[in-house]
């Protein structure tokens, strides 16, 4: 216990160099990636790329149905994954395509035969993410044909039912019924109705290399550790499978491989950074989305960027996980978005689990002390 | 002479011939909920902004008779998970139950060793044994690579409560063990080098299970740390309460053993410390519950919920039982204070379920995610 | 592509892919680059971030259109009247770069006075023959030219389309001098007055109603576009597969090109027509062909009755008293004689030009599958790299062609749906095919991988890059080089000695390569230098060193130069950041290295740049050059003052101010007397299968386009024939970044099977609703010659539009799916029907109509009777939508419509003795198919004529969906 105070310096908060802090003497220039995901084209070539590099096995051949996601999120078997998000909003600086098309008409048309149009609010909300009546037939027949749903049903709030029920039958990234209407719900967008508008966004995922890393923290064995890059790695050769990376992650990276044993995740190809290579999946992204290099470089490109896109209308345009105050003293790799991090899969605020350690053991110590007490204080009293 | 597609009968899939003619949806058919946009704005429409909820919407979102909050609106990608499920299976959980009942034993196997009540000392060390026994095996098969274990011991983690965990059952496992065998002492002759060792084995008896009695509070303590150090919601954030539930839990079950097994006349202390037990595992175990906003949630939801439920009483009656026992007559004290015993064992071991098990359930709904978050974020966004 | 061909000289993209990032405006239409070309796209992406406008045209919102500024949703086949409506504003308006147009297009030559527009024959142009479908281009001419219409209109129908073909390399030969002008562009006559006439119709109201594209977002992409052009500013178009895979595709195309000649944008950076090919390597298998009617660099395939000499042959592309490098047609002919036979080819026997194969016809693919449907004619078949089971249009008629013949060579990296179509088909189900009974004999020869052989892509910027050898291949696969070199070897073997006329082209070749390592591997360096050519002087620098003497040799002469200097100029690997945006050290670009063709253009007719903003290329008076940053498409020394002197012709011919050095006239063509079969200017046609009446004109669809009548491509009508209700909605294919064509490369890989792991449609909401289709759930699209069904994703990417005052829903599929592989499906293009392009027989892929129905197909023969009852139902016969002339239909003139339908349409076995063709027209039809009887499947035209009453009548009014 006397040894954490000293500990907590690298377990939360700002801090530059997590490769040094890690007990590298002279480390290089901390390396990341900066996903602009305002110019993804949503190729995959990352996906590929990174598997082919890596050998990391083929994922499931299913269709997920959320557009053209079909890898389903990052997992032991997916290090890179790009999401595809169909939104009624342009981007700022694009011009509504709909816009006075038949379909502005046609909207309007369907409101007349609502509930069947979906128009009905009230009617559409009842059905969401129970499925019932029109998406329990999807859903099973999603079943039969995908190998079931795994992972949260449903979206928004309308997941709820759905996961509770226990519908998690297959791997994390195995084929289910979504309940199309809650991948954005709800989206207020007050402003916007009929076909006017649609926009498509695309982000490719990876695992995060955060400043603070709980996964590395956590694991009882060292098979995670600081790389000299300052990015977190598995050594297969020492990871007994204990799965504690696992739970936490607090982006859902990590994963264990079910054939396997073992817990794998995107190495941000530490054998090609040790040839002074780029990584796999930057080498082969043909827009520059993803860009390779030192963090503190990426930091300032991402920011000019940021502002550039709100110079030309583009506002929501946020970065993510570039802040070194944040709660895991921030990210390797982060992104600049379109939308909210949550539209993307990514938690809004993460904070490594590791800040609340400390305190963990002194509530720990306590209990334990009360356990002692208790025991004296029961051993104490009259035989009857 | 321009087609008219919306305008033809109904079709009856599947049957050929010349009445067979393409249309449109048959009545019965239900539209099924269009995604992208469409459903944006059937949001927009239904929900209008993330803080004037229409009541309707409340009512579609109202998972579960039991939810103490109202579900809250979020978005989310495709209602996927954000984080991934733990890996842990159901041995991790008994785990939890044995490694507490074999630290509350040792506890009680002093008491019982000072006091001189031998029949029970006997009992709760031979218990203790077995149940760190289990522990052990409850541990290793859950790896993903059993035949690594042990890695656990390449490093020492202050910062891996697993690594922590590892050395103090490895510390705990051979003292309670030793403690154990000092039993056997008393069936070896009286003279000779085995009459050596009889004699030497009462007090080396002690002094071990002294030793497993100051290490045993660690023991159960230390997997609530190990919950708690997570990305997992509903095991992070009640990480002040988590240690003194699992530490009364531990006690509780080892008074439960004792009441079970020992003779009435010896397991006063034990009817004694069930009480304190019980109430501090209730006590914390009810703000766990409570305290929490949405991440109490599934404490409340689907098994987890009925597993607590039924914790509760079970330990409540167990530790009531315990006393009660104390003043009845000899034989039917015997009973009831078997069956409290029961109940205290059963009680502690649903305990450690529900906590499991609704750990996992606040990893398959991202709103446990999210929400929280997204209200940690705006809250500092108004705070600055 | 003559398309492009006609228009400026030479069928290939104008320009480099770098080129786009200096454009200020980029209309991306027909073309879903980011998913189909998304490495060029990273150029693009720079535009943008320069501040460049991006436009995306396409009936789909696409990952292109998620990156577009503004994406145009459009009805699928309307583009000419989008584009023509663009032109017509430019016109109305004269916003056209009027300083350019008049110096470097044809805009004041004048036309001939026989020439009748579509405005005054109603949809036809002048010289339309309703016998041969086809049209006699002479009234085309400029005043004055008439003589020289194109010569082979009296020959075999669709002969025409050799010259279409031919002009990847060079415009359409016509006499230059004499040509009038009248630079005011005033003149009634004059191109830019004629074009004014003939456009006049495109107006935005039009553009609504025929292509659904409101006005106010016309007006946005027409003011883009032509704001941004000019003297400062520069837009770039680039269209792909979504234009040429059409029956009317090089049309448009040429609109394109048109109003890109219009604004002034050719030749000039960030302007230029960006052609996207297919894949990897299609521009080279099109300058170094592997089409039936072409010689390496786009030289035509000898004809049997027309070019019974080569100086016959030579005079023929020459033309007469031709301005342009095309004049030295002999040399290139001579040199590529000379590199085929080496020393037997001399002088005295006309270098063996007499031993070349000769055409007699159309021989393209789609009618050599007819023939082996028919049987008797055709025997074998080599496949190599291809997949027709799979992705050549109407997939059904493709596999029963193969189960017809006596053998089938397959050369593929995977067992792919055309090695085992005979066990795995369709057909095998509906018992059209019994693989017990099927006669093919089919060899699979595992081929190598393009990292498995060395050689060289010329890809879609006529960029040649050599590709190293990375690893072996496999087991026994090998490359082609070595299976062709070989193969020719033994069969020599086998002749030797022979003194069979037939034998002794084989035996003349020069077939003497040198060859490596064990494998005995010919080398492909060996290979390219042959292409580059030699002299007396060892490698030649380029193709101005070609004789016609027989002193030297060319493989390819356009490739002429790749081997200059005894290096291989395509395997360059300068970076790019080492050197200029247009990296003329990376690889090697034909012509001569040029990377922006006609890029004299982007100097004003006395050298200087337009301006400072746009310079490429101008003249130094100093240095007496061209100079800039890119190799000037141009005599590099012939001064802009240069006239060229009376009498003169040929390359001496072109004047200072002929940016355009391979048309024949020197300049762009804004009106193409030649060289494009269909018409001189582009009309607006509905595609041969559309829901709609043509809006435009009288004429319904292309009355030149090629149709097949076989019982196996039955057409649906259009209006104004009956039946067209019973195929309500559009489809439309295409391609997925994840996967490769015919899926021979991805569908058989984890990495890319798992990425798109199932075939699926993409339908609006409001379609989905309509049909009950459920998103995941199955749906199956008709047509009357297939049933394919397929996942449903409904997404608001595709949107219904208002057209002719009703909703067009578009269904749109991707057609990589096979029986084989790791992800299986139906095949797609089994729904399309043969009905191609006459310039350059292309089928027609991306559009059609059909219907949906929710759920999975019927199975096995029930299949058929599905088809049969819409066929019957819909009146579908082999006479259905093959009219060619609509006025004939309307204004009956006796004939019914299988009598009408016959003119001119191509037969079974086109060229066969009569009794063959009876044969297989007269085949009595069944309102049900006889499985394992593939000729009963079909619906005689006499059966529906004689009982109308088997004509469902359009559904009644009142039953909606609600």
Redesign the interface.
């Known amino acids: 216990m006397a040894?954490?105070p000293d500990?907590t310096a690298s377990?939360y908060g700002r801090l530059d160099d997590p490769a040094r802090d890690a007990g590298y003497a002279d480390p290089p220039p901390r390396k990341g990636f900066f996903t602009d995901t305002s110019?993804c084209?949503?190729?995959?070539?990352c996906?590929?790329a990174c598997?082919?590099w890596n050998a990391v096995p083929?994922?499931?051949?299913?269709?997920l149905?959320?557009?053209?996601d079909?890898?389903?999120?990052l997992?032991a078997d997916s290090w890179r994954a790009v999401?595809f998000?169909?939104?009624?909003?342009p981007v700022g600086?694009?011009?509504a395509?709909?816009?006075?098309?038949?379909?502005g008409?046609?909207?309007q048309q369907?409101q007349q035969?609502a509930p069947?149009?979906?128009?009905d609010?009230?009617a559409?909300?009842?059905?969401?993410?129970t499925g019932v009546?029109?998406?329990h037939?999807?859903a099973d027949?999603?079943h039969e044909?995908t190998g079931g749903c795994g992972?949260?049903?449903?979206?928004?709030?309308?997941?709820?039912?759905?996961?509770?029920s226990?519908e998690?039958t297959g791997g994390?990234t195995g084929g289910q019924?979504?309940?199309?209407?809650?991948?954005?719900?709800?989206?207020?967008?007050?402003d916007?109705?009929g076909?006017q508008?649609?926009?498509?966004?695309?982000m490719s995922n990876v695992c995060k290399h955060c400043t603070h890393a709980?996964c590395l923290?956590?694991?009882?064995?060292?098979?995670l550790f600081r790389t000299e890059f300052g990015t977190v790695v598995v050594q297969e050769d020492?990871?007994?499978?204990?799965?504690?990376c696992?739970?936490?992650?607090?982006?859902?990276?990590?994963?264990?491989r079910e054939d396997?044993?073992?817990?794998w995740k995107c190495t941000l190809c530490y054998d090609r950074l040790g040839e002074d290579e780029t990584p796999a999946c930057a080498k082969a992204c043909?827009?520059?989305s993803i860009q390779f290099g030192d963090l503190d470089e990426l930091r300032e490109r991402a920011e000019r960027r940021r502002q550039q896109l709100h110079d030309v209308g583009v506002t929501e345009a946020r970065l993510y996980g570039e802040d070194p105050e944040d709660g895991v003293g921030g990210d390797g790799a982060f992104f600049l978005l379109l939308d909210?991090p949550?539209?993307?899969?990514?938690?809004?605020?993460?904070v490594v689990?590791?800040r609340?350690?400390p305190?963990?053991?002194k509530?720990?110590a306590?209990?334990?002390?009360?356990?002692?007490l208790?025991?004296v204080?029961?051993?104490l009293?009259?035989?009857? | 002479m321009t087609p008219k597609p919306s305008q033809e009968t109904p079709h009856q899939p599947g049957q050929p011939g010349f009445e067979h003619v393409p249309g449109t949806v048959p009545r019965e058919r239900e539209v099924p909920p269009p995604i992208g946009g469409q459903a944006a704005r059937m949001w927009d429409a239904g929900m209008g902004s993330r803080r004037n909820r229409g009541k309707d919407g409340r009512k579609r979102r109202r998972g579960d008779a039991n939810a103490v909050v109202p579900d809250a609106e979020f978005r989310s990608y495709y209602g996927r998970a954000v984080l991934k499920p733990p890996v842990w299976t159901h041995e991790i959980a008994y785990y939890l139950f044995t490694g507490g009942l074999a630290a509350g034993c040792s506890m009680l196997a002093v008491v019982a060793d000072v006091r001189g009540d031998v029949a029970a000392r006997r009992a709760l060390r031979t218990t203790s044994l077995t149940a760190v026994g289990a522990s052990a095996y409850f541990l290793v098969a859950d790896l993903g690579r059993p035949e690594r274990f042990y890695n656990m011991l390449r490093v020492a983690k202050v910062t891996s409560p697993m690594s922590v965990g590892t050395y103090i059952l490895s510390v705990f496992g051979p003292l309670s063990g030793a403690a154990a065998v000092a039993e056997l002492g008393a069936l070896l002759p009286e003279r000779g080098v085995p009459g050596l060792l009889r004699r030497v084995a009462g007090p080396a008896g002690s002094v071990a299970g002294a030793g497993a009695a100051l290490t045993g509070p660690l023991l159960a303590t230390y997997t609530a740390v190990l919950f708690a150090d997570t990305a997992v919601p509903s095991w992070h954030e009640p990480y002040r309460e988590l240690p003194f539930v699992f530490g009364g839990s531990a006690l509780a079950a080892g008074s439960g053993a004792a009441l079970l097994l020992a003779p009435v006349g010896q397991s006063g202390s034990a009817a004694r410390l069930a009480a304190i037990g019980a109430t501090v595992e209730l006590a914390a175990a009810h703000r766990m519950e409570t305290a929490h906003g949405l991440v109490s949630e599934p404490f409340h939801l689907g098994r987890p919920g009925t597993f607590l439920k039924a914790a509760r009483t079970l330990t409540a009656a167990g530790a009531a039982g315990g006393i009660a026992a104390r003043f009845l007559p000899r034989r039917a004290g015997r009973v009831v204070s078997a069956v409290a015993g029961a109940s205290l064992l059963t009680g502690s071991f649903l305990t450690r379920m529900a906590v499991f098990e609704a750990g996992v359930a606040s990893t398959k709904d991202p709103k446990y995610v999210v929400v929280p978050q997204r209200e940690r974020l705006e809250a500092r966004q108004r705070a600055s | 592509m003559p398309g492009l061909g006609a228009s400026f000289g030479r069928g290939g993209a104008t320009g480099d892919l770098q080129d786009l990032s200096n454009a200020d405006v980029i209309v991306i239409e027909g073309s879903n680059m980011a998913e189909c070309h998304p490495v060029g796209f990273q150029w693009v992406m720079e535009a943008k971030a320069r501040g460049a406008k991006v436009f995306h045209v396409d009936p789909r919102f696409t990952r292109t259109s998620a990156l577009a500024d503004t994406y145009v949703p459009i009805r699928t086949g309307t583009d000419i009247v989008l584009l023509g409506a663009i032109i017509n504003r430019v016109l109305t308006q004269e916003r056209d770069f009027r300083e350019y147009v008049v110096a470097y297009t044809n805009a004041s030559h004048l036309v001939s006075e026989d020439f009748q527009d579509t405005e005054d024959l109603d949809g036809l142009f002048s010289g339309f023959d309703h016998e041969t479908r086809s049209y006699d281009t002479k009234s085309w001419q400029y005043a004055g030219g008439e003589s020289g219409g194109d010569e082979e209109e009296e020959s075999s129908d669709s002969s025409d389309s050799e010259t279409g073909q031919s002009m990847g390399s060079g415009g359409a030969p016509v006499e230059h001098r004499g040509i009038q002008r009248d630079e005011t562009l005033q003149d009634p006559r004059c191109v830019y007055q004629v074009l004014k006439r003939h456009f006049a119709r495109y107006t935005p109201e039009m553009v609504a109603d025929v292509c659904g594209i409101p006005t106010e977002v016309f007006d946005e992409l027409a003011e883009a576009w032509i704001s941004n052009s000019g003297r400062d500013k520069t837009g770039a178009l680039v269209y792909s597969v979504g234009w040429t895979q059409r029956g009317t595709g090089v049309q448009y195309i040429r609109t394109g090109a048109i109003l890109q000649l219009l604004l002034g944008n050719m030749g000039r950076p960030g302007g230029g027509v960006m052609a996207l090919r297919g894949h990897a390597s299609i521009q080279g298998s099109t300058d170094i062909p592997t089409l039936y009617n072409l010689l390496p660099g786009y030289l035509q395939m000898p004809h049997a009755e027309r070019h019974r000499s080569l100086q016959e042959y030579v005079d023929s592309i020459k033309g007469t008293n031709q301005k342009g490098f095309w004049a030295n047609a002999d040399a290139y002919t001579v040199s590529l004689l000379k590199a085929y036979f080496g020393e037997e080819a001399t002088a005295e026997n006309d270098f063996l030009f007499d031993e070349l194969p000769r055409i007699n016809g159309d021989h393209g693919t789609y009618s050599q599958v007819m023939d082996m449907i028919e049987g008797g004619k055709i025997f074998g078949y080599f496949l190599l790299g291809q997949n027709p089971a799979v992705g050549s249009a109407n997939g059904r008629a493709q596999r029963l062609g193969m189960a017809n013949l006596d053998w089938l060579v397959v050369r593929d990296l995977v067992m792919i749906e055309s090695a085992t179509f005979w066990k795995d088909a369709p057909e095998v189900e509906t018992g059209e095919i019994v693989p017990e009974e099927c006669r093919t004999e089919v060899f699979f020869l595992p081929a190598a991988s393009h990292v498995e052989k060395e050689g060289t892509f010329t890809q879609t910027q006529r960029l040649l890059q050599w590709r190293e050898k990375a690893v072996n291949p496999p087991g026994d696969a090998t490359s082609e080089l070595w299976f062709f070199y070989h193969l020719g070897r033994r069969m020599r073997e086998k002749l030797a000695g022979s003194t069979d006329p037939r034998d002794q082209l084989l035996l003349k070749l020069a077939w003497d390569y040198p060859l490596h390592g064990q494998e005995q591997e010919p080398s492909s360096e060996d290979v390219l230098q042959e292409i580059n050519g030699s002299g007396p002087d060892g490698l030649l620098p380029g193709y101005t060193a070609l004789k016609a003497d027989g002193s030297t040799s060319s493989g390819c002469w356009i490739y002429s130069g790749v081997y200059a200097d005894g290096v291989n100029q395509a395997a360059r690997r300068k970076p790019g950041r080492e050197q200029s945006l247009h990296a003329p050290e990376w690889g090697w670009a034909w012509p001569m290295n040029r990377r922006v063709l006609y890029n004299r253009a982007s100097a004003d007719p006395d050298g200087k740049p337009w301006s400072e903003r746009k310079a490429l290329v101008w003249w130094d008076e100093d240095a007496r050059r061209w100079v800039g940053d890119d190799i000037a498409d141009f005599e590099a020394t012939k001064p802009p003052s240069y006239r060229p002197p009376e009498g003169a012709t040929g390359v001496e011919a072109i004047a200072g101010d002929d940016p355009f050095v391979m048309q024949s006239d020197g300049k762009g063509w804004l009106y193409a007397p030649k060289g494009v079969v269909d018409g001189p200017m582009p009309a607006h046609y509905e595609p041969a299968e559309s829901p709609f009446r043509n809006a435009v004109y009288t004429q319904q669809a292309n009355p030149a386009r090629e149709i097949y009548t076989n019982h196996l491509n039955e057409v649906h009508p259009s209006p104004p024939e009956n039946g067209s209700e019973v195929f309500p909605f559009v489809w439309f294919t295409s391609r997925l970044t994840e996967h490769h064509t015919a899926g021979g490369m991805s569908r058989f890989l984890p990495y890319l099977a798992e990425l798109q792991p199932a075939l699926f449609m993409e339908v609006s909401p409001e379609l989905a609703r309509m049909r009950g289709l459920e998103h995941l759930g199955w749906a199956h699209v008709v047509t009357a010659r297939a049933v394919v069904e397929a996942r449903v994703l409904v997404t608001d990417r595709l949107a219904p539009l208002k057209v002719q005052g009703t909703e067009v829903h578009q269904v749109w599929l991707p057609y990589h799916w096979g029986p084989g592989g790791l992800t299986t499906g139906d095949v797609v293009n089994d729904l399309a029907h043969m009905t191609l392009d006459p310039n350059v027989h292309i089928q027609e892929f991306k559009a059609g109509t059909c219907d949906v129905l929710p759920g999975r197909r019927p199975r096995g023969g029930e299949v058929l009777d599905l088809i049969d009852e819409y066929r019957v139902r819909g009146g579908v016969t082999m006479a259905s939508g093959s009219v060619a002339v609509t006025s004939d239909l309307l204004h009956a003139s006796g004939r019914d419509r299988a009598a009408l339908a016959q003119d001119g349409s191509t037969p079974v076995g086109a060229g066969h003795d009569p009794e063959q063709v009876e044969k297989v027209l007269g085949v009595r039809h069944d309102t049900r198919s006889r499985p394992g009887d593939p000729q009963q499947h079909g619906v005689d035209p006499q059966v529906l004529d004689a009982h109308p009453d088997l004509r469902r009548p359009p559904a009644p009014h009142d039953t909606g969906d609600e």
Request: negative net charge; hydrophobic residues 40%.
């Open positions: 040894a954490l500990l377990l110019v084209i949503g190729c995959k070539a996906e590929v598997k082919e083929e994922d499931g051949i299913d269709l149905g959320m557009s053209y079909n890898t389903g999120g997992g999401a998000i169909e939104q009624s909003r600086n694009q011009s395509p709909y816009a006075g098309a038949a379909t008409g046609t909207s369907l035969d069947a149009a979906g128009f609010a009230f559409e909300a009842a059905r969401l993410g009546p029109g998406g037939p999807v027949r999603a044909n992972g949260g049903c449903g979206g928004g709030s309308a997941a709820a039912p759905a996961a509770r226990g998690q994390r019924f979504l309940g199309m209407p809650g991948m954005l719900a709800p989206a207020p967008l007050p916007r109705d076909r508008d649609v926009r498509w966004l695309m709980a923290d956590v694991c009882p064995t060292g098979a020492v990871c007994n499978g204990c799965g504690y696992v739970s936490a992650c607090p982006y859902g990276v990590i994963d264990k396997d044993g073992r817990a043909p827009t520059e909210e949550e539209v993307y899969g990514l938690p809004p605020d993460p689990t590791t609340d350690l305190s963990m053991y509530h720990m306590a209990a334990a002390g009360f356990m002692l208790g025991t204080a029961a051993a009293g009259r035989r009857s």
